[in-house]
């Protein structure tokens, strides 16, 4: 098993782990209340430190300083000990945080102790591609459901799970405990699509579709919008080739944009 550590650093001992096993188990009811606490920006956050503390843990670290987590994550120190405080992990200066711990408790603040089903709605060329993408079940979110209104589709396995048509969603997402529900389609069918999901029970949706969806208070929506992200991009390379080319002047751009750092 390997050990990380920075400069000054300190393995947990032995007896700080057994204390730490033979802490009283927290309740249901107090993790819930702490994850009402952690503002969104943190939630995103302790899943990109899930990530990076399960693939050390997969390469035999036990232990890791908050430095080497910090960098590998690409924050600074002070923001991740502050996010860890929201799950109840406190680290020590001079002491390395127990891998195997905190993967446990950032799970569990996560929900990821719980078990979810996922269906994926609208087969074309996005919806296949998350209907095969194995990065979902290894993380806990296995697709149980797949949604296209091609007949042509019904029954054809995608994935290893058979196409249901879309007018099953209810059903089918009932029966099977769906509680994720990704939308995949064309923009003029999304809302309805959203409306099937949230009558089925799904409380929360992946939207891929250009649209925004109306959907009721207890309904939690992320939109995941490629384009805008690319009009993001294209902002910064924007920026970055009038910064090299010595056009930004008085912090207006060639375009007269003005440009804050």
């Known amino acids: 098993m390997v050990d990380r550590r920075g400069a000054g650093d300190e393995v947990v001992t032995t007896a700080a782990a057994k204390r730490s096993a033979d802490a009283p188990a927290e309740s249901a009811a107090d993790v819930r209340e702490r994850a009402r606490a952690i503002p ?3 939630v995103a956050r302790l899943a990109v430190y899930l990530r990076v503390l399960s693939g050390m843990a997969e390469q035999g670290v036990t232990t890791i300083s908050s430095e080497e987590l910090a960098g590998a994550a690409g924050v600074n120190s002070a923001k991740l000990r502050k996010d860890l405080s929201y799950v109840g992990s406190y680290g020590t200066r001079g002491v ?4 195997e711990v905190l993967v446990s408790h950032i799970e569990r603040i996560l929900g990821l102790t719980r078990k979810h089903s996922v269906a994926v709605v609208g ?3 996005l919806g296949h591609a998350l209907a095969n993408y194995g990065g979902f079940p290894s993380r806990g979110f296995p697709v ?3 949604f296209d ?7 054809v396995p995608v994935g290893g799970i058979p196409v249901n048509h879309i007018d099953d969603i209810t059903s089918v997402c009932a029966e099977r405990e769906v509680s994720i529900g990704v939308i995949a389609t064309p923009p003029q069918a999304a809302q309805a699509v959203c409306d099937r999901l949230v009558s089925a029970g799904v409380q929360c949706i992946l939207n891929f579709a250009p649209v925004v969806l109306q959907v009721p208070d207890y309904v939690e ?3 995941v919008d490629l384009a805008v992200e690319m009009q ?6 924007a920026r970055r080739a009038d910064e090299a080319a010595g056009d930004v002047v008085n912090g207006v751009g060639v375009d007269g944009v003005v440009i804050r750092p």
Do not use: M
Request: glycine content about 10%; charged content about 20%; overall charge negative.
């Open 149 to 155: 209104i091609d007949p042509d589709l019904t029954g």
């Open 144 to 146: 149980a459901a797949l």
């Open 221 to 223: 929506v992320r939109k």
């Open 123 to 125: 087969i074309g060329n």
């Open 232 to 237: 993001i991009l294209s902002f910064h390379v």
């Open 96 to 99: 390395g945080y127990d891998v």
């Open 40 to 42: 969104e920006a943190a």
